[in-house]
């Protein structure tokens, strides 16, 4: 179990307030100032709630009080539940400013898992300052709800397939959408997600304007 200086550390390294780690983790921002504060043990379920919500942004810790970045790790988001956990991962990553790609993207299979919650998402990535989010639709497709913070563009359709690719930050989303399933994959590696954007910016090259 993670100590409180842990805790402290590991949000220095993600550069979160006790406000970011209560919204990713579940426990209030006044009980994570007291287990830091070494006020409170805190409940085991509060300190399991913390550690997960920590080691999903891609950290693990270690003996002696130690806290790092994984050099490379696979999450894995299953279901309805999991799908808008990936998606607030998403927000969480880049809700400073970075830049998003995202190819085979057919709008309307995000909107089904999304469901209710479509908006709100919508809503939280446009307010994002210093954001670019750019996505490959096929050709012929018009749905583009996103265009007021996204940049959409046409590809052939032989050039489309049905695997999403979602970029964000050293993250590369494989998502998987069934008729009564969907999961999402994250790969946490720069070098591979470096190895992903390369062959997107190359396709975007040659995508057509909408």
């Given at each position: ?59 693990e810790f270690s003996e002696n009080e130690g806290v ?102 050293d993250k590369t989303g494989i998502i998987v959408f ?33």
């Amino acid at each position: 179990m993670i100590t409180r200086h842990q805790i402290a550390a590991a949000r220095a390294l993600l550069e979160w307030t006790q406000d970011d780690l209560a919204g990713a983790s579940g426990v209030s921002k006044d009980m994570i100032s007291k287990i830091e504060g070494g006020k409170s043990a805190g409940s085991l379920k509060s300190i399991q709630n913390i550690q997960g919500a920590l080691e999903k942004s891609g950290l693990e810790f270690s003996e002696n009080e130690g806290v790092s970045r994984r050099s490379g790790n696979v999450s894995i988001f299953k279901g309805r539940t999991g799908f808008l956990d990936f998606l607030i991962d998403v927000y969480e990553t880049v809700k400073n400013g970075g830049e998003i790609l995202v190819s085979n993207v057919n709008e309307a299979d995000f909107l089904k898992w999304e469901g209710d919650e479509a908006q709100a998402h919508m809503d939280r990535m446009a307010s994002i300052q210093n954001l670019r989010f750019r996505i490959l639709i096929e050709e012929g497709d018009d749905n583009v709800v996103a265009s007021n913070y996204a940049k959409y563009k046409q590809v052939p359709i032989e050039q489309f397939n049905d695997i999403p690719l979602y970029m964000y930050g050293d993250k590369t989303g494989i998502i998987v959408f069934e008729d009564d399933n969907v999961e999402v994959f994250v790969v946490s590696h720069p070098t591979i997600s470096a190895y992903f954007r390369s062959r997107f910016l190359e396709t975007w090259k040659t995508a057509k304007d909408i």
